[in-house]
């Protein structure tokens, strides 16, 4: 108390002033219509911008929950449709879908790409139904495989990995190859095994190929940047731009094979 006291004599001369001018701009405005009707729009202005930017920085805190429940939807709707990409049009056709594999949805918690053997942590485990050896994919393309599970979190053996080999396809003449990661760069990997009969363009698309154990048949890898034809009678190699941006990922899918414990018993049986 004895401290607002003080203020207020130090300060009154300026107190006094603000009162009365407050006092004169209320009776300016109440005096004539013009002058009341331009203090409303200008108090309604100011009022307006104040709810405008409480409702952006209200959208903003809401974006993480938006973006998981549009995650689960595009979950949703990969399981109820097929959607295939045709290169030659640059369209999607979608057809309907077989059921065959669930998607769920993921947020990548952790994630390396400047490392030998590259990881990526994600935020489902075991209590989602997150199994070892799932594929997991992007909105772009294919993203890596699902290694070790704990309750509430899985690891992702990445593209970008030493030991990661994919089963892939050029979708331009069907040539079934292997992808790697050789370059030490997280944009690019490296196609190998490539029959010296066959000539690839820069942009020629990559898919994965039936022969894959992990992945369905037909995902998005990547495009052709380069290619290295060699000596004859050798293999010939590509290097290839990865749909997927692994720097900017912060969404994922583990794909879910409804039919793998069916088609393992079967492997079983036949060896």
């Given at each position: 108390m004895q401290n607002l006291r003080r203020f207020i004599l130090k300060y009154h001369f300026i107190i006094l002033f603000i009162l009365l001018e407050v006092i004169s701009i209320l009776l300016l405005a109440n005096s004539q219509r013009f002058h009341r009707n331009r203090m409303v729009n200008t108090t309604n202005d100011v009022v307006g911008k104040v709810y405008e930017w409480s409702s952006e920085v209200g959208n903003y805190f809401r974006l993480n929950s938006a973006n998981k429940q549009l995650a689960e939807e595009n979950a949703m709707l990969r399981q109820q449709l097929s959607v295939v990409y045709d290169t030659t049009t640059c369209t999607y056709d979608i057809i309907k879908g077989d059921t065959l594999y669930k998607y769920i949805p993921a947020q990548v918690v952790n994630n390396s790409t400047n490392q030998v053997n590259n990881y990526i942590i994600i935020n489902k485990g075991a209590k989602d139904g997150i199994e070892r050896d799932m594929s997991v994919i992007?909105?772009?393309?294919?993203?890596?495989?699902?290694?070790?599970?704990?309750?509430h979190y899985a690891s992702i053996m990445s593209?970008?990995?030493?030991?990661?080999?994919v089963g892939v396809r050029f979708k331009n003449n069907q040539e079934i190859a292997g992808l790697k990661w050789q370059t030490n760069n997280y944009r690019y990997g490296m196609v190998e095994d490539i029959p010296t009969h066959i000539v690839l363009q820069k942009g020629d698309t990559i898919v994965t190929s039936s022969h894959s154990n992990i992945f369905p048949e037909d995902l998005m890898v990547g495009t052709v940047e380069e290619f290295y034809p060699t000596?004859?009678?050798?293999l010939n190699k590509a290097k290839i731009r990865y749909a997927t941006d692994f720097s900017t990922l912060r969404h994922v899918y583990v794909i879910k094979d409804l039919h793998k414990p069916e088609l393992d018993s079967l492997k079983a049986r036949l060896q």
């Open positions: 992007s909105t772009d393309g294919i993203v890596g495989v699902v290694t070790d599970v704990s309750r593209l970008l990995h030493s030991k990661s080999v000596a004859v009678d050798a």
